[in-house]
């Protein structure tokens, strides 16, 4: 009976050290995984070689349930390639990961520009637009680059111009809005670059550009 105990407590030692041997930094950089049928926490867990509970802290989950097509963060894994999900298309669809401090500026700057008076989805939008122009060539290609651009009247948003933005303290439907951005990115279809409210925008540009959607007190364009 004691011959079996300690075998149990040497698999079980084995076992706690091969997860905690990986690197565990899944909130520091990440990319999206749908969840296929027969997924568990422990699975996911070995396959991006992280530990169950830095998983479940990334998502914020407390329950070991996961549910068949649900879409959750997982560390994006250093010089290998993303795991092929066999319910995917054979089309190609690249995923966008940031650090948590980009994540922060963000959300900051949806904050900055939202408050708390737009609804969610115009808080979407405008982290849509930050990541559009990631990719746009006529803007600069890193987050911290387009956010804090420098233009003829100073920088391209208002928050950077006037300081405030460092001073934001975003709210967890920030960072709900820039993690939704992401999950929707690069393949947003509407592409937008540009926001603006209509009734203070003047700029006779900025009107003429092709709207994209209006969402709350702000119009989009591209």
């Known amino acids: 009976m004691m011959k079996k105990i300690l075998a149990t407590l040497v698999v079980v030692c084995f076992m706690v050290v091969g997860f905690t041997s ?6 520091t950089t990440y990319t999206y995984y749908k969840v296929k049928k ?3 926490f422990y699975k996911l867990a070995k396959t991006y070689k992280t530990t169950i509970s830095a998983l479940k802290s990334l998502n914020h989950r407390k ?27 054979v089309a190609k669809k690249p995923k966008f990961s940031i650090r948590a401090e980009e994540r922060k500026l963000m959300a900051q700057l949806v904050h900055a520009e939202t408050g708390f008076s737009e609804p969610f989805a115009g808080k979407v939008e405008v982290a849509l637009v930050i ?7 006529g ?6 680059g387009v956010i804090y651009q420098k233009t003829k009247s100073g920088y391209a948003f208002a928050p950077v111009k006037t300081g405030k933005l460092t001073r934001i303290q975003p709210t967890k439907q920030d960072y709900a809005a820039v993690d939704k951005a992401l999950s929707l990115f690069p393949n947003d279809r509407r592409g937008s670059l540009y926001f603006y409210n209509p009734k203070i925008t003047k700029d006779k540009w900025m009107l003429s550009r092709p709207v994209t959607i209006r969402i709350g007190h702000h119009v989009f364009a591209k």
């Open 22 to 27: 990986h690197s565990t930094d899944a909130a």
């Open 38 to 40: 027969g997924d568990s």
């Open 63 to 89: 329950s070991d349930v996961l549910v068949a097509g649900e879409t959750i963060k997982v560390p994006r894994l250093a010089k290998t390639h993303a795991v092929k999900q066999a319910a995917e298309p």
């Open 131 to 137: 990541l559009n122009r990631v990719k746009h060539p």
């Open 139 to 144: 803007f600069p290609n890193s987050i911290k």
